[in-house]
């Protein structure tokens, strides 16, 4: 079992910077692949970020990449985002979620874990 509590989410102006955080509790946890998926308001949930257990593969939304960092301190049982350059189009409940494989394809039917969500709004 792996718990999962997301914060770090608020109101943010378009082109600044927020860095969200995801702390884990339970066994294993640095066995296991982390990603970052997030929802807008009537939209599906969808893929944003993921990282392996050793931190070596790192695989990005098209939509983020170059502005959003995803991170993780096994030490801490942590996983992060750092997103830049935000955009209006980047609001969305933000959900951390664990799984013990990684994926060729990142889908939420593929997580097995998912934390309750930190919520980023950005203003124009």
């Known amino acids: 079992q792996v718990q999962l509590v997301e914060s770090g989410g608020g109101l943010v102006q378009a082109g600044g910077s927020l860095r969200l955080s995801c702390a884990a509790s339970g066994r294993s946890f640095s066995s296991y692949a982390m990603a970052w998926f997030r929802q807008a308001p009537g939209k599906e949930r969808e893929f944003v970020a993921?990282?392996?257990?050793s931190g070596a593969s790192t695989y990005y939304a098209d939509s983020v990449k170059g502005r959003f960092t995803i991170s993780r301190d096994n030490a801490k049982n942590a996983v992060y985002l750092q997103m830049n350059s935000l955009k209006p189009e980047d609001t969305a409940r933000y959900y951390c979620a664990a799984d013990p494989y990684w994926h060729?394809?990142?889908?939420?039917?593929?997580?097995?874990?998912?934390?309750?969500?930190?919520?980023v709004t950005v203003s124009s």
Do not use: I, P, Q
Not at 50 to 53: E, F, G, P, S
């Open 50 to 53: 993921a990282k392996n257990w």
């Open 104 to 119: 060729d394809h990142w889908s939420v039917d593929a997580m097995e874990y998912w934390g309750k969500g930190t919520l």
